[in-house]
């Protein structure tokens, strides 16, 4: 089995409460599909965490934090310059530092293995494209990212878990009952995020791949706590803690 997990924006609650969720069904590889910073609170505890994961990719957050923050709102890119700052800085040793340092800038993009395919945005962008539900109705952008699949990818990026099947339909999890079986025919599989979901369910969500069956998870977390965090730290913006509690 593979937990499969994404997005986590420097959410050390949620983020925590996954791994514990994780560890409770005997699980050991964990896929991380990028943007393990950006947006939250603990960025240097969450890649702390992260490191000892089997694989993780780079995000454009991640990107934003280690290079340059291209394309990013006001808010996005100010919080980044913060997750630098905590990044940079610090009263631990220096070792420490730059090992985190060292970690994120180095994070492949994309990753293939027995027929599966990784990565943070799309097969086609693996940093930055996003893939929304509603882009079913783009017949040539899904059908280009299609031909790039050699039979299943996972990503991220857009927050909002689901399945894209190659006839050009989204399943949401709740549409599937929380539990897609691969068949062979090519998917897209969008694995949620674990600090900051964006499908109007404030819970944190991964996946677990176990054998050729994906298993949408929902994973509560003290999610005040972190919005305190967000709230008294002047660069994160309030917003970016009130829509935790919705989803959004």
């Not at 994961?53 to 006001?74: E, R």
């Not at 693996?126 to 990818?153: A, H």
């Amino acid at each position: 089995m593979k937990a499969i997990i994404s997005d986590i924006h420097s959410n050390l609650e949620a983020l925590q409460a996954v791994l514990a969720d994780i560890k409770s069904q005997g699980i050991s590889e964990i896929y991380c599909l990028g943007d393990v910073v950006g947006y939250g609170p603990n960025p240097r505890e969450c890649v702390d965490l992260i490191m000892d994961a089997k694989l993780v990719l780079m995000g454009n957050h991640d990107q934003g934090a280690m290079f340059d923050p291209d394309g990013f709102n006001a808010s996005a890119e100010r919080a980044i310059f913060w997750t630098r700052q905590q990044l940079e800085s610090g009263t631990e040793a220096r070792a420490l530092r730059e090992k985190r340092w060292d970690f994120l800038a180095e994070r492949p993009r994309s990753h293939k293995e027995d027929g599966y395919l990784f990565v943070h945005g799309s097969a086609r962008n693996p940093l930055n494209e996003y893939v929304f539900p509603e882009d079913i109705y783009n017949q040539r952008k899904m059908e280009r990212i299609f031909t790039l699949v050699e039979r299943y990818c996972f990503q991220g990026h857009t927050h909002v878990p689901g399945i894209f099947t190659e006839t050009l339909q989204f399943l949401s999890p709740e549409d599937v009952q929380f539990a897609h079986k691969l068949d062979g025919k090519k998917t897209l599989c969008n694995v949620g995020s674990v600090g900051q979901p964006r499908d109007g369910n404030w819970r944190a969500c991964y996946v677990v791949l176990n054998d050729d069956t994906i298993h949408f998870k929902r994973v509560e977390y003290d999610v005040e706590k972190t919005i305190k965090k967000i709230y008294e730290i002047t660069d994160l913006e309030n917003f970016l803690g009130d829509r935790l509690r919705e989803g959004r």
